[in-house]
């Protein structure tokens, strides 16, 4: 369902750079709906239209956060990298902002080997046994973890295939788009005047060089997560305080129950004993 008020104004796109795209030369036509003008050989992005595939694409992230599935982030370009870093992990997702490993989606049990074999040494590390091994071993074994590290360590939590994919610049993240494509697993992304949107699911039109525009796009996309995270939290309270309440209730009817019960048969005793007393006076006669 999409937002009926815009999670973004115009004014904030427009100071962001967002509506700068690529010179005409490298535009691609499948671009065409989403670009309002040409100003001196570079086109400029609609950003109405950025608006609107902005609040559709942050309305289906928090679908998905609420639902508690997993969102890959993925931006190795220079003037990303930080940007996707600081703002993911505040929500605990995993990314990818070093080279994309081929296969890390369609290989993604090798991906998976690989992570555990770096959780290996990080406990081998801090092992007493660790010591005993020789400089050259331990510095070895502390240059592969290291390395593991730089490119596994913000994806060691993802035990399972993302449910959906977040790419800033599809032209150079196109391995990771296409491996998304294969497994059918739903694609988001940052496209520029230079890019074809329809490889995506929920294409955003917008300026995917400048990093001002890259900041004000992923902080939106980062809010909605947070919402559906925040959304998923407040419903499983309430449900665990349902069932809380169901189970007093359950444990005071069968209580009550109990009570009743217990009642009901010192009644019928009471209402037995001058029977008894009657058959005892009756035998002492």
């Known amino acids: 369902m999409e937002e009926k008020v815009s999670r973004i104004s115009f004014e904030d796109l427009l100071d962001a750079g967002v509506h700068f795209g690529h010179l005409k030369r490298k535009w691609n036509p499948n671009m065409a709906p989403y670009i309002f003008m040409e100003r001196k050989g570079i086109h400029i992005i609609d950003l109405y239209k950025t608006q609107a595939k902005i609040n559709e694409a942050a309305s289906a992230l928090k679908q998905i956060a609420k639902s508690g599935k997993q969102i890959l982030f993925v931006a190795t370009k220079k003037q990303a990298q930080d940007i996707i870093a600081t703002k993911v992990q505040r929500v605990n997702m995993p990314y990818v902002t070093e080279r994309w490993p081929g296969g890390m989606l369609t290989n993604f049990g090798t991906i998976r ?136 209730q359950k444990k005071e009817q069968k209580a009550a129950a109990k009570k009743a019960e217990e009642a009901k048969e010192q009644e019928e005793a009471e209402a037995a004993k001058p029977d008894e007393e009657q058959k005892e006076a009756d035998k002492q006669n």
């Open 113 to 248: 080997r690989t992570i555990r074999k770096m959780k290996g040494m990080e406990k081998l590390m801090n092992d007493n046994a660790f010591q005993k091994l020789s400089k050259r071993e331990r510095l070895q074994i502390g240059r592969e973890k290291a390395k593991m590290e730089k490119q596994f360590g913000s994806i060691a939590d993802m035990n399972r295939l993302p449910h959906a994919v977040f790419v800033v610049d599809i032209i150079k993240e196109y391995i990771a788009v296409r491996e998304a494509q294969k497994l059918d697993i739903t694609t988001f992304a940052m496209v520029d005047t230079n890019s074809n949107p329809e490889e995506v699911d929920f294409p955003i039109p917008a300026n995917d060089d400048a990093s001002k525009s890259i900041d004000l796009v992923m902080e939106i996309m980062i809010k909605a997560v947070e919402e559906g995270l925040a959304e998923r939290k407040m419903e499983r309270e309430k449900a665990k305080e349902e069932k809380e309440k169901k189970e007093k």
